[in-house]
């Protein structure tokens, strides 16, 4: 009888150590930033409650209040990446891409429905911003433009979750409200967010757009 609880408890201490060691691993079960560890905050939110409190009440008007001219965000990346992300651009964490407020008029040119994303070319003036408008939205170029904290949230699950139900929110109440089957050769205003992912890439989430009769 002894052995076994002698056994047992190695056994513990063993998972114990296993699991002490993944916490180490970044991205696992904890979000480091500079070195440090971040500690959540207590009673951090619920990213879908988050979300459907803080769309219309602050990301949204976030970005429609602190969008650049997309031309001139396009110009500053392709001149020095480094320097226009410190001047116009956000990054969730060291090594992270900078992700960009932008807004813009222009023209669609098409929508590539073969895509999963669904990306929709407009041209403004001589700068090429692509849109995705679905069925598929993906990435986190909203949540870390507007600057959504990890900390903010309970771990690197919710973090990430908040940005799937900020795409949710965009499928729902930006792409469904646009009849995206005749757009092709009309104008549309549109604001959004980018991350930098490429050299010469833009590839926008949109938070709002609006097709010109």
């Known amino acids: 009888m002894m052995q076994v609880l002698v056994r047992r408890a190695a056994g513990f201490a063993l998972v114990a150590a296993l699991m002490a060691g993944c916490s180490k691993?970044?991205?696992?079960?904890?979000?480091?930033?500079?070195?440090?560890?971040a500690a959540a905050k207590p009673g951090a939110a619920d990213p879908k409650q988050y979300v459907a409190d803080?769309?219309?009440?602050?990301i949204v008007p976030t970005v429609h209040d602190k969008a650049v001219d997309v031309a001139?965000?396009?110009?500053?990346?392709?001149?020095d990446p480094a320097a226009?992300?410190?001047q116009y651009g956000h990054q969730s964490g060291t090594g992270s891409p900078f992700a960009y407020m932008v807004k813009g008029t222009g023209t669609v040119t098409g929508i590539d429905t073969s895509v999963p994303t669904g990306p929709m070319t407009v041209e403004v003036g001589t700068t090429k911003v692509t849109i995705a408008t679905g069925?598929?939205?993906?990435?986190?170029?909203?949540?870390?433009?507007?600057?959504?904290?990890?900390?903010?949230?309970?771990?690197?699950i919710d973090y990430a979750n908040v940005a799937n139900q900020i795409n949710l929110?965009?499928?729902?109440?930006?792409?469904?409200?646009v009849d995206l089957a005749t757009v092709k050769?009309?104008?549309?205003?549109?604001?959004?967010a980018f991350s930098a992912l490429g050299p010469?890439?833009?590839?926008?989430v949109p938070t709002e757009l609006t097709v010109t009769p």
């Open 25 to 37: 691993v970044p991205g696992v079960y904890v979000y480091e930033k500079d070195g440090q560890a």
């Open 54 to 58: 803080t769309w219309s009440a602050k």
């Open 72 to 79: 001139t965000v396009a110009a500053a990346v392709a001149k």
């Open 84 to 86: 226009a992300g410190k």
């Open 135 to 156: 069925p598929v939205i993906a990435g986190t170029a909203i949540r870390d433009a507007v600057g959504l904290s990890f900390g903010d949230f309970t771990n690197q």
């Open 169 to 177: 929110k965009v499928k729902s109440d930006v792409l469904a409200k």
């Open 185 to 192: 050769g009309k104008k549309i205003d549109f604001y959004g």
């Open 200 to 204: 010469g890439t833009i590839f926008l």
